[in-house]
C-alpha cells in the first residue's frame, strides 16, 4: 500500500512536467456564425442555405440562433428557414393530439409575451421564442434530437 502512494505521489508530481512542452497559446477562436470553419455572418443567402442543410432541427435552431443579426426582417428569414426544418421533422413523426396542443401553448405564451410591441426586433424575438418551443417539442418527440 506504501507503495502505491508513493507512486501516485510521483505521478502527479510529474504530471505537470510532461506537458511543458506544449504551446500555451489557445487555437484560434471559430466564428460562431459559420460553416466548416468559414465565417458566413455577412452572407444572408449563405446562412439560410446552411440552415437548410442541417441534419437536425435544434442545429437548425441554434445556427439561426447564432446568425441573428438583430434585424427582424432579415431574422425572419433565418427563423423561416430553421422553422421549415423543424416542421418537416415534426410531419414525419406524426405526433399526438397531445403534443400539438402543448406546442400551440407554448407558441401562444411566445405571442402574449410580445404582444403590443412595436419595432421589428419584437417580430424576431417572438419568432425565435416560437422555433424554441418547436424545437424543444421535436426534443422531446425524436430520440435523435
Known amino acids: ?3 502505491v502512494n508513493v507512486l501516485m505521489a510521483a505521478s502527479l508530481f510529474l504530471l ?7 504551446p500555451s497559446t489557445c487555437p484560434a477562436a471559430i466564428p460562431p456564425c459559420s460553416v466548416d470553419g468559414k465565417d458566413i455572418s455577412q452572407d444572408n443567402a449563405a446562412i439560410i442555405a446552411a440552415i437548410g442543410q442541417q441534419q437536425f432541427c435544434f442545429q437548425a435552431v441554434k445556427l439561426a440562433e447564432v446568425c ?12 423561416n428557414a430553421a ?6 421533422r415534426l410531419k414525419e413523426l406524426a405526433p399526438s393530439a397531445t403534443d400539438l ?4 401553448n407554448m407558441k401562444a405564451a411566445c405571442q402574449r409575451k410580445w404582444f403590443g410591441r412595436e419595432g421589428s426586433q419584437y417580430i424576431s424575438l417572438n419568432g425565435y421564442c416560437k422555433l424554441r418551443a418547436l424545437s424543444w417539442t421535436l426534443n422531446l418527440l425524436d430520440e435523435q434530437e
Open 1 to 3: 500500500m506504501k507503495f
Open 16 to 22: 505537470p512536467l510532461a506537458h511543458a512542452d506544449e
Open 68 to 79: 441573428a443579426s438583430q434585424e427582424g426582417l432579415t431574422d425572419i428569414k433565418f427563423i
Open 83 to 88: 422553422g421549415a426544418k423543424c416542421e418537416a
Open 101 to 104: 396542443a402543448n406546442l400551440a
